[in-house]
């Protein structure tokens, strides 16, 4: 253990620690946090690896502790509490502070989320600044170089020092022209249709979101445009499909056929 390096260990870190020692679960730890199953077990295999110990080893349906893991919780409390001691002396003013982020979203997350956002921030004297770039699929380095701040996206990135957050889910639709053909009857149909999808800029296109689904089945995209809000104006009177999810009935684009 004398080997580790301690800038491993940030706060977030130390404070997931806790959430799994107090609560014998990685599932109720994401829980009490607000986070993935996924970001708190990447988090502990990350912890393993630093302090070279298993931290915690199941036993039946709970986490059970190592000697390790219980030599540490007093001193990870105390330096927890040095952390936040820190802004004790500083409060947290929001309409004092100049905010600016940079996020990552493609078009229909950022409609979704941010003019009304910012609209509220603006009502409440809060000054908050934010930039955009096309996210694509977004990757850990993206943000480990700080080229942004918060990603919003339904592929999110895999690591250890992302934290992930669900914001809202949907199920997937077709939109398509009511008035030029008829909704595919079989998943054989649906596969020979006419497909209009999104191509990011990183290389690949939304129908990525079915890999659960055998995707490999569908015909590649007819037309492949840059953004979601392009999708109505293509679609409106032809035979193409669009298979997106159904947040885009929400969103401030022109009425989409489906």
């Known amino acids: 253990?004398?080997?580790?390096?301690?800038?491993?260990?940030?706060?977030?870190?130390?404070?997931?620690?806790?959430?799994?020692?107090?609560?014998s679960s990685v599932t109720i730890a994401?829980?009490?946090?607000?986070?993935?199953?996924?970001?708190?077990?990447?988090?502990?295999?990350?912890?393993?690896?630093v302090l070279q110990d298993p931290l915690f080893v199941r036993s039946g349906h709970r986490l059970t502790p190592t000697e390790t893991a219980l030599s540490l919780k007093e001193p990870v409390q105390k330096a927890l509490?040095?952390?936040?001691?820190?802004?004790?002396?500083?409060?947290?003013?929001?309409?004092?502070?100049?905010?600016?982020f940079v996020v990552a979203a493609n078009d229909m997350q950022r409609d979704l989320v941010f003019p009304q956002l910012l609209k509220n921030a603006r009502d409440n004297g809060i000054?908050?600044?934010?930039?955009?770039?096309?996210?694509?699929?977004?990757?850990?380095?993206?943000?480990?170089?700080?080229?942004?701040?918060?990603?919003?996206?339904?592929?999110?990135?895999?690591?250890?020092?992302?934290?992930?957050?669900?914001l809202f889910s949907g199920n997937m639709e077709c939109f398509f022209d009511g008035e030029m053909r008829d909704p595919p009857q079989s998943w054989n149909e649906y596969c020979r249709a006419d497909h209009l999808a999104v191509r990011f800029a990183g290389g690949g296109t939304s129908l990525r979101v079915l890999a659960d689904l055998d995707a490999s089945q569908i015909s590649?995209?007819?037309?492949?445009?840059p953004n979601?809000?392009?999708?109505?104006?293509?679609?409106?009177?032809?035979?193409?499909?669009?298979?997106?999810?159904?947040?885009?009935?929400?969103?401030?684009?022109?009425?989409?056929?489906?």
Do not use: W
Request: proline share 9%.
């Open 1 to 23: 253990m004398s080997n580790y390096d301690v800038l491993d260990l940030d706060g977030r870190v130390l404070t997931t620690f806790l959430a799994i020692l107090e609560n």
């Open 127 to 166: 000054h908050l600044e934010c930039e955009f770039m096309p996210s694509g699929h977004p990757t850990v380095a993206m943000m480990r170089d700080a080229r942004c701040q918060l990603a919003l996206t339904p592929l999110p990135p895999d690591g250890p020092d992302i934290f992930q957050k669900p």
């Open 30 to 49: 994401a829980d009490k946090l607000g986070v993935t199953q996924s970001a708190v077990s990447h988090t502990l295999a990350r912890l393993r690896k």
């Open 228 to 258: 979601f809000n392009a999708i109505p104006p293509f679609i409106k009177g032809t035979t193409l499909i669009a298979t997106e999810m159904n947040l885009m009935k929400i969103s401030n684009y022109p009425a989409t056929p489906t």
């Open 81 to 100: 509490d040095i952390i936040n001691g820190l802004t004790d002396q500083r409060q947290f003013d929001p309409k004092s502070e100049k905010m600016k």
């Open 220 to 225: 590649e995209p007819k037309v492949s445009v």
